[in-house]
């Protein structure tokens, strides 16, 4: 069992950043690949960024985000975060940790475990 806690979601204007972070607690977690997927209203759960918890591979994003988001993890502290510049409008979203035994997911039935969700709402 892998219990996921997202934090630092919130409100920001077209242009601006925020970080979220997600913590990570259970057993076997070097195991787990992790990473972000986001629902708009209305829309399917999309993936946005994975990373595994080993030093080998690198990290995944979804094309829209590349450039402007950054996922990163500390193996020590068993935190993965993802930094969004360049935010626009269509990044509106709740955003959602998510971990899978062995390989990335970026599709959301392969994921394994979800955290509970973090809004992030830009506004133009």
């Known amino acids: 069992q892998v219990q996921l806690v997202e934090s630092g979601g919130g409100l920001v204007q077209a242009g601006g950043s925020l970080r979220l972070s997600c913590a990570a607690s259970?057993?076997?977690?070097?195991?787990?690949?992790m990473g972000w997927f986001r629902q708009a209203p209305g829309k399917e759960r999309e993936f946005v960024a994975a990373?595994?918890?080993?030093?080998?591979?690198?990290?995944l994003y979804t094309d829209s985000v590349k450039g402007r988001f950054t996922i990163s993890r500390d193996n020590a502290k068993n935190t993965v975060d993802l930094q969004m510049n360049s935010l626009t409008p269509e990044d509106t979203a709740v955003y959602y940790c998510?971990?899978?035994?062995?390989?990335?997911?970026?599709?959301?039935?392969?994921?394994?475990?979800w955290g509970q969700g973090t809004q992030v709402t830009v506004s133009s």
């Open positions: 259970g057993r076997f977690l070097s195991s787990y690949a």
């Open positions: 998510a971990a899978r035994w062995g390989a990335v997911a970026t599709v959301p039935r392969r994921v394994d475990y």
């Open positions: 990373i595994s918890w080993s030093s080998s591979g690198s990290p």
